[in-house]
């Protein structure tokens, strides 16, 4: 669709250096929605105020679906001015805040902002004994024998955050090999109301003295997996279970889910892609 | 650690309707932040840049890692002073900003917000004839048969979301069997920057007759795995192909990774916990 089917129905002409009332300026996205972008919004709550009314009015005349607004940090007095006029917040983050509004009189189609953070823990299993790379943390008063992980980055792939992480806290270079599990928890401590995911990453190690990051970890070692379950820490165990399997009976043909590439057919472009390996399965 | 062991520290009395320069009042989280949460900000720029300077030079002298605002939406006149001392967006939604600055001389270690959607895919296999339900839906100017599916809400378990999505979209009621592959995409359409993890959800039908939501869905239909190769969607080929070799080899002991529950070590919560059953893997 056509930027310009919707600019001649424009009453008032666009302003990008507003300091009188006027139709904001603003670009139109593929869901119809107006995409409007300032940096020097004005300090007047008048002419803010009188220029959404107007603009606000002509967008539900064009039928656009929504708006959207990108106000910078320092110019967050325009907020409340918005919030007036049937905006609030879809997210923020460090120096902008988006806020938006849906304007048909359907109910909304808008997407709420991410809901989960991604965990990566690793699973490191020794290249020569097999045996398994835990750290001790501090979790509240217990402290807890556990797998080595953490936070993934933004846009950073799970295997990619699990060799990261555990290189971070451990000082142990690994391979990435597999997924071998995850697990879902809705609400986690210090997630904002957001839930997260933790994936279980198989590793193998490609070194083995171990240089524990003594801010984040109480201590690291390696050690049996038979030894893992003598350890109180019920995902760890479980841990443990599926890798003693996939050592008798082969990783590949028994625990793991496997990363392939498969291209997206709307950009064309690979994803990472987790499921069983089948040639291997007969 | 007790609050109390802050509270003593303060040379001036904390107050909750303010309306003179004052410590602003706060509880201490388990990460040693400062959490202020005011509804009533006054509009005076001068006792806000004054409170919430003085207040934090306090938390800084008891040591406290980090403060965190609460902000209402109609007091965003509030956000321009805190930026100025320091304080960025650690998120927003709906009628409320959190801003967050932190204290220590060492790096920051607040996890970022959220970073991932959650979308789920159900493959759907009729009960009766081993058929995959799937439809057709306009993205971009693609018209793509693919699975039905869709986001899945805040706080929602993946299984429910793929058997509700599924409902929605074709009116087929289902039942969730596991979960058979998942792709991470980073700075998917919509996403504001953020990442997207897609699961696929094995589901049998609980019913057959489909009734399609003409708003969301082009068409629908029951198709035989075979025909689904016919289709140009790489990840149907890819999600056919693991179908078929589960109808032969046994889905639990060939392609899926199985819903359990284990408990948290913290909490003693149970979480939904997937991954490859071994019992019947032998």
């Known amino acids: 669709m056509s930027l310009f089917a919707f600019r ?52 539900r005349k064009d039928k656009l679906s929504s708006v959207w607004l990108w106000i910078p940090i320092e110019k967050a007095h325009v907020i409340p001015i918005a919030a007036e006029l049937g905006f609030s917040y879809h997210n923020a983050e460090e120096r902008t805040a988006v806020l938006n509004q849906w304007l048909l009189p359907i109910k909304s189609m808008i997407p709420r902002f991410a809901t989960h953070q991604v965990g990566v823990g690793g699973a490191v299993l020794h290249s020569k004994t097999n045996e398994l790379l835990v750290i001790k943390e501090r979790i509240r008063n217990l402290e807890i024998w556990k797998l080595p992980g953490g936070s993934a980055e933004l846009s950073e792939n799970i295997a990619d955050g699990a060799v990261r992480e555990v290189f971070e806290e451990t000082g142990i270079r690994s391979k990435f090999e597999s997924i071998i599990g995850f697990r879902q928890a809705h609400r986690y401590p210090g997630g904002h109301g957001r839930s997260d995911i933790y994936f279980i990453c198989r590793l193998s190690s490609l070194t083995d003295a171990i240089n524990f990051d003594a801010n984040e970890v109480l201590d690291c070692k390696w050690i049996k997996l038979d030894d893992a379950f003598k350890v109180e820490n019920p995902i760890l165990h479980r841990t443990a279970e599926q890798l003693l399997f996939g050592l008798k009976h082969g990783f590949e043909q028994s625990i793991d889910f496997r990363l392939e590439k498969i291209p997206s057919i709307v950009t064309g472009i690979n994803f990472n892609f987790f499921t069983r390996s089948i040639k291997s399965n007969k």
């Not at 008032?12 to 119809?32: H, N």
Request: net charge positive.
């Open 8 to 59: 001649p129905l424009l009453n008032i002409i666009p302003c990008r250096l507003f300091s009188q009332t006027c139709i904001l300026p603003y670009d139109i996205d593929r869901f119809k929605g107006a995409r409007v972008r300032i940096q020097d919004w004005p300090d007047d709550a008048k002419i803010i105020r009188n220029s959404l009314s107007i603009s606000l009015e002509q967008w």
